[in-house]
Nanobody, 121 residues
Framework: VQLQAYGGGLVQAGGSLRLSCAAS????????MHWFRQPPGKEREFVAA????????YYADSVKGRFTISRDNAKNTVYLQMNTLKPEDTAVYYC???????????????WGKGTQVTVSS
């Protein structure tokens, strides 16, 4: 599976962005899809995930109520809608796939290259 995340950019605090993660090489329908982020100088951290079967979603406490993960299996694409962005959301955002939901980056089987999100105050 090849993953490509895009949709990042520069936005003011309080603004919104939608990230997309497009897959090729294999269907995403059997994978749990995840978004991670890596702020400058920090480790990669879990943001959100969505199961492949029921579409159940999971979020880090820091983004709960502001971010929404969704998937379109027909388009082989996963989305992360980010609202009410804060400067602390600044990071490189990565999409990742594995068979089961996990909060650990080490558990991921496939990674996209990442897209930069910068939130100015």
């Amino acid at each position: 599976v090849q993953l490509q995340a895009y949709g990042g950019g520069l936005v003011q605090a309080g603004g919104s962005l939608r990230l997309s993660c497009a897959a090729s090489g294999r269907t995403l329908s059997m994978y749990a899809m995840h978004w991670f982020r890596q702020p400058p100088g920090k480790e990669r951290e879990f943001v959100a995930a969505i199961s492949w079967s029921s579409g159940t979603t999971y979020y880090a406490d820091s983004v709960k109520g502001r971010f929404t993960i969704s998937r379109d299996n027909a388009k082989n694409t996963v989305y992360l809608q980010m609202n009410t962005l804060k400067p602390e959301d600044t990071a490189v955002y990565y999409c990742a796939a594995t068979r089961a939901i996990s909060w650990s980056p080490r558990a991921m089987d496939y990674w996209g290259k990442g897209t930069q999100v910068t939130v100015s105050s």
